[in-house]
């Protein structure tokens, strides 16, 4: 029997709707695959029961005629969703036992499509991360790792980038078809990058930020990590959609994404941002970019040099942007509505010690910052400060299109790095997120589309920046990428039953 | 500009994170080294340039005035670490 | 020229603001759409929203914007056509979210003038320096339980506007009036009921005092002052307590207080001696608030009258005494009854309205209102319903009653909840206009009293009255006064 785990969303969907497999056994194979997987830690929580209620409710439509491109497709939901009655606590000891009473929006819209959860997967806390270290139930191990000198697997475990490196993880070592995460600074598509996903980050207002923990509000975006650029279509047209309960979602009809894989970009202008060629980028990811290049100009695309100018400023200006707001997001968890709460002598106390043992370092360190940069006397030297250049960086973009549609970049400056090689390093696991951090600060989409292995046999992605609301175009091209890079490799199992 | 150690004390105050003093030590050297590295925006020249109040060019959605939600007090305080007679209850606050 | 007070070693002058915090008048809260109606059980009208539960976003309520606005037009404020909610961070018990959605910066209404009148009969404008709409808390309760605070979540998120003045404000007096005059000014337009036991309405009173003349000195902060007269209060014992803590050489806190009851004076607050930095910045779950001119222009055109104009029409148009004028339009439930009960007896009575102003307010301000100071009620508890009232008037101006019967009658309708009708069908109260019937009664009361007609006729005028009388006497007070007038004069100088 065909390992129904290695399939793409695509092929499953296909073979369901076909009535070659069942909604039934497809759940029941990535189960197992879960279970076999359990040392990667990539989910905190598995919804086995619910998940194989969801399976044959999903059959149960799909012989009834009613099936959608989602219907019977297991996936993972990284816990930052809240969904009813279980597991949703954006990975944080300071939400203990909080299980929402409410699904959100997202997910909701997933269920009604007929996908499956499978279960919650782990992050980085709040989404404060790059690596998945940060995660109260641990760090989750990337399924890939490096090639030693003489081609054995090294037996160090890499980081699957973050946050949503819970999310990436599953579906990179098909325990899970596909897998929604969250982006704020590129935690989709840096995972995206490292474990050899596609990963993309629609434009902000696309997906409701209802049921969502938040981190920073003007930031946080929704969306899915898959095998392939189609099943990034599928998943975001399930996932996407105006919400009246969220004030910053847009109210625009959602266009079918995958109609949009036309294959064809001939005379589409693909713009090369010549302030993305930082110091000390990895030959591999310098070498592939140019090769990502090439490709497009091969399938007809026209190659423009454009400048960015206020990139260098992205990622100090989201250091200041991101932590104000997560400051006050996060004020909410105070011991008293939900989640831990340490006795003290007094409520100041209470809430000083629930904070201060509910939260991890990252996140302190990040609610410090963010108090600090709003507070008196300091808030216009930085956050007016940082809200300004952050005009400057959205005008950036809207002078390089009105050159070029679509932007070309890699996705992070390196490859996965090893578990523990960063993390006492705040600042330069901050750099993780250079290329990603601009889109996200003028609200823009950004996939990550794998595009090669670097020396060591590791996952490098490139990434693809569109215009506001431009999914379609900006999915056309990854599609085109994709098929030219012909990435194929997966990680060599060294996890669970090895046979 | 760079915080000094009553500073961080302060902050971590505002934002009702104990932090002991012997972390404060710590604390204060890793938001200065956070400081000193976005401290580099200042050489941005931002004059007459708008904050970014939202990056979505849209309207305000308005609601209508009906009441569509509440109403179910056993949902609200359910994860709640201490409840009582429908309450949600702290420890004493003198006024 | 400020009020001055006298100290020990010179004199002082107030500066008084007031920020007044009004409940808005809507079904459903700010942002969120559970329930606003007072006295519900603990945590009944709370949604996932207004108990800030994790991913839980704010979606405005579309009234609370129009009635923000039409309050700003109440007070001749300007309008702002584009605002911004920003964020107010603190942590407290009843603060869900661990910040306060409000607007700092860009405020939906900005400045405007309200005039206040003072018992001496002087009129002073007071500046408001903004309108601005924001979050309720929650509210915390102290004395439940011996070592906890209990939390009801159904006020967080109920819509308020804080109605800032400006500092202008110099004596207990005119903060009363300017207060009042707010007060007035919401429940007109129909934007806050102004009930302050409910807690729809209240005051942080702002006080400093300084030499005339000099910089302003430090203001404290008293929170939530809920009556009229405890804002007097607190004005009063504020200004002496500055003056008693300056003279004796020591310093104003810049501080936040609380006003006590039981003594009429105020303390520090223990849970907020500690320096505020609300951190405000933008919400960035909220878009600005944008609207255009003809959307101002389209509430303005369904403003309601508001009492300084009301107050000018009864005296223009409907003859009204000014001090009548002023004593109608103080509660809008008195000038709403009063015309309501002009506009009914002018029906019933088919008499001209500019005819009846007078008598109308008369009766209201004077009978009704004495009546139902007595009972201690409101006059929208009035056990006086406005149709036995436009009766009882109309009674009286056919000429069917007295005033003295209609007196007699309005006091049985207190009683009995009868209709004036039947009361004066019932005992026979009808005027006797009957001329024949009262020139026999005064011809008989002439011949009884010969001595005191013959000391009347020498010039002892004043005992037209006792001729009066006597017929008032024998008709149990139901003689047409005007007839017994007019059959009586002849016969006396014949
Ligand atoms: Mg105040
Ligand atoms: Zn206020």
Redesign the pocket.
Known sequence: MRDLTKLTLSAARDALHKKDISAAELTEAHLRAIDDASELNAYIEVTADKAMDMAVGADKMINAGNAHGMTGIPIGIKDLYCTKGVHSQSSSHILDGFKPEYESTVTSNLWADGAVMLGKTNQDEFAMGSSNENSHYGPVKNPWRADKKNGDLSDKNTVPGGSSGGSAAAVAADTSIAATGTDTGGSIRQPASFTGLVGLKPTYGRCSRWGMIAFASSLDQAGPLTKTVRDAAIMMESMAGYDPKDSTSTNIPVPNYEAALTGDIRGLKVGIPREYRVDGMPNGIETLWSQGIDWLKDAGAEIIDISLPHTKYALPTYYIVAPAECSSNLARYDGVKYGLRVNGDSLDDMYKKTRAAGFGDEVKRRILIGTYVLSAGYYDAYYLKAQRVRTLIANDFKLAYEKCDVILTPTAPSAAFNLGEKVSDPLSMYLNDVFTVPASLAGLPGISVPAGLNSQGLPLGLQLIGQAFGEEQLLAVADVLECAAGFKAKPKKWWGDKS | MSVDKETVAKIANLARIEVSDNELENTMGELNNILDWVEQLSEVNTDGIEAMTSVVAADLPLREDKITDGGYREEVIKNAPLAEHGFFAVPKVIE | MSKLYPGATGNWEAVIGL?VHAQVISESKLFSGSATAFGAEPNTQVSFVCSAQPGMLPVINQECVRQAVRTGLAMGCQINLRSVFDRKNYFYADLPQGYQISQFKDPIVGEGIVNIELEDGSNKDIGVERLHLEQDAGKSMHDQHPTMTYVDLNRSGVALM?IVSKPEMSTPEEAAEYFKKIRSLVRYAGTCDGNMDQGSMRA?VNVSVRRPGEELGTRT?T?NVNSIRYVMQVVESEIRRQIDVIEDGGRINQETRLFEVATGTTRTMRSKEEAHDYRYFPDPDLLPLEFSQQFVDDLAKDMPELSDAKKKRFISDLHITPYNAGVLVAEKESADYFEALLSATVEKSEKPTSELGSLVSNWVTGDLFGALNKLGIGITSSPVSISHAAELLSLQIDGTISGRIAKEVFENMLESGKSPEIIVEEKGLKQVSDTGEIEAMIDEILANNVDKVEEYRGGKSKLFGFFVGQVMQKTQGKANPQVVNQLLKPKLDD
């Open positions: 920020e804080e942080d902060e929170k």
